[in-house]
């Protein structure tokens, strides 16, 4: 006799290229302590199992609309290292909702989680994109100490173009890449064009996660967690405002901040 086991899955996660907003295909490896996530065909990792709710996952008449969520810690780490090692937090079962009180799509169980990875320095780059490459160092030292876990966030001054936001990796290095810039922009000057754009840095430097390149251990950091205790003005969260850059598309460019520490 055959036995039929439904369940309800808990919603998806799908991992996006910060840079081209592609879903990112080859496979990753995840740690999420407590949930079970299955690759399928289509990139996407479905949210299976969740511990402590399995007679959620089996409510099929009448399920709630709005159970009770846990947190979930999960790391993301790129075998090919194009991405750099992330955190995020999880928060499951993903929501329904109603018909008259309908759920926001960074809620909704129908949508997955969308997380954006950020470009490592092994990132293959397209020939028409500027390029930083921006270290941060601790000012003083000698010979040079890098920060790890900077999160940078670039504003490109060219009018429609969005923030840019990464990472320092473990020697304090950051590639922040405009991918969107036109390769020829109206100036003020006398010739009326250039191809140079100004791009305002910006550091926050989390304590919480935040080491030198002398460290032995590095926490992986959940970017938007940093950049809630941020606004929330944490006690020891430092903004440091890095200055302007001059970009142009189809260049790279090489810099390095000195910021004091701790």
Do not use: C
């Not at 299955?38 to 402590?52: H, I, K, Q």
């Not at 000698?142 to 920060?147: D, K, S």
């Amino acid at each position: 006799m055959n036995e039929t086991l439904e369940r309800r899955v808990f919603g998806a996660v799908e991992f996006v290229d910060d840079l081209t907003d592609a879903r990112v295909l080859a496979p990753l490896r995840i740690a999420a302590p407590g949930v079970r996530l299955l690759r399928n065909r289509s990139g996407l990792y479905v949210v299976r199992e969740v511990d402590g709710e399995d007679d959620y996952s089996r409510a099929f008449d009448n399920p709630p609309a709005s159970p009770p969520r846990t947190d979930f810690a999960m790391t993301v780490e790129d075998p090919q290292q194009r991405y750099l090692p992330q955190s995020v937090t999880l928060a499951l079962p993903r929501l329904l909702g109603t018909p008259s009180v309908p759920v926001a799509d960074a809620d909704n169980a129908l949508r997955p989680v969308q997380i954006r990875l950020s470009p490592a320095a092994a990132m293959p780059l397209r020939a028409a994109w500027a390029v930083l490459r921006l270290k941060v160092a601790v000012a003083g030292s000698n010979p040079e100490v890098g920060l790890a876990n900077v999160l940078v966030e670039a504003t490109p001054q060219p009018a429609g173009l969005a923030v840019q936001r990464t990472l320092t990796d473990r020697h304090g290095e950051a590639l922040v890449v405009i991918a969107s810039v036109p390769p020829i922009l109206p100036d003020a000057g006398p010739a009326g064009l250039t191809r140079e754009f100004k791009v305002a840095l910006s550091l926050v430097l989390d304590p919480q996660v935040v080491r030198t390149s002398t460290d032995t251990a590095f926490p992986l950091p959940d970017p938007g967690a940093v950049l809630k205790r941020r606004d929330a003005a944490v006690p020891g969260v430092k903004v440091v405002a890095a200055g302007e850059q001059l970009l142009s598309a189809g260049a790279s460019r090489r810099q390095v901040e000195k910021v004091t520490w701790p």
